[in-house]
């Protein structure tokens, strides 16, 4: 591989010996922006690096997340953490005193915010790519995969304010980056999110007010033009 | 018929047939159930013979010294009333029931194990090493899934996909071998976390390898995986709930030919 620059080896050694949190980021990056949200939740300081994704990635991103090169990392005094709910139970462990607490005290009730985040991570991005980079047979299956997905998350959520109850929570935040993309899944699919899952709409809106959530959410519009462009990359009409 | 098993009483389980790693719920396993019965809730484990994913709750609780009822399912066949209530989602084992509470996703049960029983730790303490363990055990669940085992279980070594396929699968093995670190288990000296994640590779790997002929890992390439394989498979606790290697053997050539004929009937 080709030996780092100077200006590259001074990133990786300033990222490395570097005290407190910094989080390697990506503008509309959905996972990223879970990391982000949390800090914030906290009032814990770190510090954004945004990354080249789409060109060429940098020394520090490679030198961090190895197995598979991909935003966010977390930097805390240099040490890397991967993998955006990893990073959650990261942060929720290392700043016990670091309120609200994004889990519940009780294991099974951990063991249900866990589940459901695992479920989001499962069944949303991966759908939604499918949504807007497939045609015809692909693009149905996908979209009625989202409907059963969008529709479980809303009867999971109920009544309640929030998945993590009356409080905003671990599957609230798993979640919430994820909704700025409804809108060009909606536009893909050709549904509306506000008809099929009226609850879950409403949930949006109230995270939305968070200030946490509305600094970090990247408008939907934005992330519209974003699928866009990469669709021209993938050669997708 | 659903029908039929509405009317049981909910606990009923559907008992099939025996198979040799049941656990032997020992005499002194009872008593100890019928001194803290009042004060602890069962513990039951739903699973199916030879489920990669149930040997981990089972392992779990080995390690906890936690005491357990195994209900086997009969899959992929029958679903059960009680498994279709316990996991509506995602309606697969395991599913670990605590008193009237039930944990689904396999390293969740895992996870809740670890915070709901005393015992030895199955994570670490310190946050940084909880970060990696869960990081790693992630990877083993990415990388080592589904696609993984089908595509073992079908090669023959001779196409190029079959060898693309070798080619990933050893990329990721190395990276476990480079975790071990020169320790028995990725725990450290005991059993953690990403151990039991693996414990796919320390039994069903080499039934797999055995039917397809494929030899994926190998003591010249991976020989830290290859001891971790014997101290798992020959721990005490593990080797109690994992599947003799002739039934599982056994077990998937049957499924195997099953999908041979499928894909042949397609053609």
Redesign the interface.
Request: net charge negative.
């Given at each position: 591989s080709v030996p780092a620059s100077p200006k590259q080896r001074k990133d990786r050694i300033m990222a490395g010996e570097k005290k407190g949190l910094v989080l390697l980021d990506f503008w509309v990056s959905p996972f990223a922006q879970r990391c982000r949200i949390a800090l914030a939740e906290k009032g814990l300081a770190c510090e954004s690096l945004e990354q080249e994704l789409l060109g060429d990635k940098s020394d520090l991103l490679l030198g961090s997340n190895p197995?598979h090169k991909k935003v966010p990392v977390l930097l805390?005094d240099g040490?890397a953490?991967?993998?955006s709910l990893?990073?959650l139970?990261?942060i929720e462990?290392?700043f016990p005193g670091a309120a609200p607490r994004l889990l519940p005290a009780d294991?099974?009730a951990?063991?249900q915010a866990?589940?459901w985040a695992?479920?989001v991570d499962k069944r949303v991005y991966s759908c939604g790519t499918r949504l807007w980079k497939l045609k015809g047979e692909g693009r149905a299956a996908a979209r009625a995969e989202m409907l059963e997905t969008l529709r479980?998350l809303d009867a999971e959520l109920g009544d309640r304010a929030f998945f993590g109850g009356e409080a905003f929570g671990f599957v609230d935040v798993a979640l919430i980056p994820l909704t700025s993309w409804f809108y060009s899944y909606e536009k893909h699919g050709g549904f509306s999110v506000e008809e099929e899952c009226p609850g879950l709409a409403e949930w949006a809106r109230r995270c939305g007010e968070r200030e946490s959530v509305a600094k970090v959410l990247t408008p939907p519009e934005e992330v519209h033009d974003f699928i866009c462009l990469l669709k021209k990359h993938y050669g997708v009409e | 018929s659903r029908e039929d098993t509405a009317t049981k009483h909910p606990l009923t389980h559907i008992n099939s047939t025996t198979h040799s790693y049941q656990p032997a719920v020992t005499g002194f396993e009872f008593k100890v159930q019928n001194l803290e019965a009042k004060m602890s809730e069962t513990v039951k484990v739903m699973s199916t013979f030879g489920s990669i994913y149930g040997h981990r709750p089972e392992v779990a609780l080995r390690l906890k010294g936690i005491p357990y009822e195994l209900l086997l399912e009969d899959l992929p066949n029958n679903k059960s009333e009680l498994l279709l209530t316990h996991n509506p989602?995602h309606k697969l084992v395991p599913v670990l029931l605590?008193g009237d509470?039930s944990?689904?996703?396999s390293l969740?049960?895992v996870?809740?194990i670890d915070?709901?029983f005393e015992g030895p730790r199955l994570l670490p303490a310190d946050?940084?090493e909880?970060?990696t363990a869960?990081?790693w055990a992630?990877?083993i669940d990415q990388k080592f899934a589904r696609p993984f085992w089908m595509s073992i279980c079908m090669a023959d070594g001779d196409k190029e996909e079959e060898e693309n396929f070798l080619k990933e699968a050893k990329k990721n093995l190395l990276?476990l071998e480079g975790q071990l670190k020169g320790n028995r288990f990725f725990g450290g000296n005991s059993i953690g976390l990403v151990d039991i994640a693996a414990s796919g590779l320390a039994r069903w790997l080499g039934a797999f390898e055995e039917i397809s002929g494929v030899n994926l890992l190998t003591d010249e390439q991976f020989p830290a995986l290859c001891r971790w394989a014997k101290e798992y498979a020959g721990d005490e606790r593990a080797k109690e709930c994992l599947p003799n290697m002739d039934e599982l053997v056994a077990k998937i050539t049957a499924v195997k030919k099953k999908f041979l004929a499928m894909a042949e009937v397609q053609k």
């Open positions: 197995v805390h040490r953490v991967c993998e990893v990073i139970e990261y462990d290392a294991p099974h951990r063991a866990r589940f695992d479920y479980t | 989602v605590h509470k944990i689904c996703e969740i049960i996870e809740y915070e709901a946050p940084y909880r970060a869960r990081f992630q990877f990276l």
